[in-house]
């Protein structure tokens, strides 16, 4: 049974930074691609970053790129997703996610793409 679970979300100040973990086990990911999403209250799920197991390629919203950095540690079957200069608009409960690669990468965007998910972590940015 595949589990992920977050951990590292917290309050902090703008500007600040914080670093989530997704622990993922229940089989082996290799082939698989893992993604990190986030919900505002009162806002639909959306997609932050995402990276393939095997090759590390990563993938980024546009409204991240630049102050988030996701990557894996394949020998701890975990995945990061580093959040620095944090603004008040990052404030979410944040997700992990992990779906069988596919060749159309653009896929990778959608909350429906992915298979599995966590159970989430607040992050809270103050201003």
């Known amino acids: 049974q595949v589990q992920l679970v977050e951990s590292g979300g917290g309050l902090v100040q703008a500007g600040n930074s914080l670093r989530l973990s997704c622990a993922a086990s229940?089989?082996?990911?290799?082939?698989?691609?893992m993604g990190w999403f986030r919900q505002a209250p009162g806002k639909e799920r959306e997609f932050v970053a995402a990276?393939?197991?095997?090759?590390?390629?990563?993938y980024y919203a546009d409204s991240v790129k630049g102050r988030f950095t996701i990557s894996r540690d394949n020998t701890k079957n975990t995945v990061y997703l580093q959040l620095n200069s944090l603004k008040p608009g990052d404030t979410a409960v944040y997700y992990c996610?992990?779906?069988?690669?596919?060749?159309?990468?653009?896929?990778?965007?959608?909350?429906?793409?992915?298979?599995?998910w966590g159970q989430g972590t607040q992050v809270t940015v103050s201003s």
């Open positions: 990276i393939t197991w095997s090759a590390g390629i990563t």
């Open positions: 996610a992990a779906a069988w690669s596919r060749p159309s990468t653009g896929s990778y965007y959608y909350t429906q793409t992915y298979d599995y």
């Open positions: 229940g089989r082996t990911f290799s082939g698989y691609v």
